[in-house]
């Protein structure tokens, strides 16, 4: 059962204010997913202590590198569950696990975070191989 | 670890393999490990062979991807267990 909005919000929140678009519905996913030109991002949100300690802070620390995706997206499982649910039949091959981040060029997904690989771990190390994935894949963002 | 789940093994919380004495493997969540054994959440059981893939090709896709939880919940009893080692570290 999703949790109150009050608890919830303080998460989304977390990601959009740095720019992440929040996917709630399955046509808000379809039109980010169906976007295939460059490179794109998609963040499944959680509730748990490591999207709270670890992925949402190193996701945000990610997003300040010089190389970002051209497009950033999250869905939040748990709470937003078609919408979360209809992301992840993009990539159906992929076990389910939240948090985690999927990222796609040219509307493949070249690589992917389980949650496996941010429990246990720090913002700092989530962080660095985010910003590695951007490193190899994007293009440098120019200063405003 | 953590606020409020103290009293549960170190690796409470942490997904990894749990090798055995025999043809099984099993990949999950640790929720607790004690004098019965290893306790797991969501987790699957690899046996050598199957779906024509060996241990190590399973083992590189579950490092990779994670692994389906085809059991919500289980035991891999102590006197099984011949290793433990973190799905994030291979």
């Known amino acids: 059962m999703p949790y109150s909005p009050l608890i919830v919000n303080p998460m989304r929140q977390e990601l959009t204010s740095v720019g992440v678009q929040e996917l709630t519905t399955p046509e808000d996913v379809d039109a980010f997913m169906n976007d295939k030109d460059g490179t794109a991002m998609l963040v499944v949100n959680s509730v748990c202590g490591c999207a709270a300690g670890m992925a949402r802070p190193g996701i945000r620390t990610a997003l300040e590198h010089e190389r970002r995706p051209d497009r950033v997206a999250s869905v939040f499982a748990g709470q937003d569950l078609e919408a979360t649910a209809h992301a992840r039949g993009y990539f159906d091959d992929v076990p389910p696990s939240s948090p985690s981040i999927a990222f796609f060029k040219d509307g493949e997904l070249v690589w992917f975070m389980p949650r496996h690989r941010i429990e246990g771990r720090t913002a700092d190390d989530v962080a660095a191989d985010l910003r590695a994935v951007f490193d190899e894949h994007c293009a440098t963002v120019a200063a405003s | 670890m953590g606020t409020f789940h103290q009293g549960k093994h170190d690796l409470h919380g942490i997904t ?75």
């Open chain 2, 16 to 90: 990894v393999v749990v090798e055995t004495d025999g043809p099984d493997l099993f990949v999950g969540r640790v929720d607790d490990i004690d004098d019965r054994g290893v306790i797991l959440l969501d987790a699957d059981l690899h046996r050598e062979g199957e779906a024509e893939r060996s241990r190590e090709e399973y083992l590189d896709r579950a490092a990779r991807f994670g692994v389906f939880a085809r059991h919500r919940r289980l035991v891999v009893p102590v006197d099984r267990v011949t290793g433990i080692r973190r799905l994030g570290e291979l």
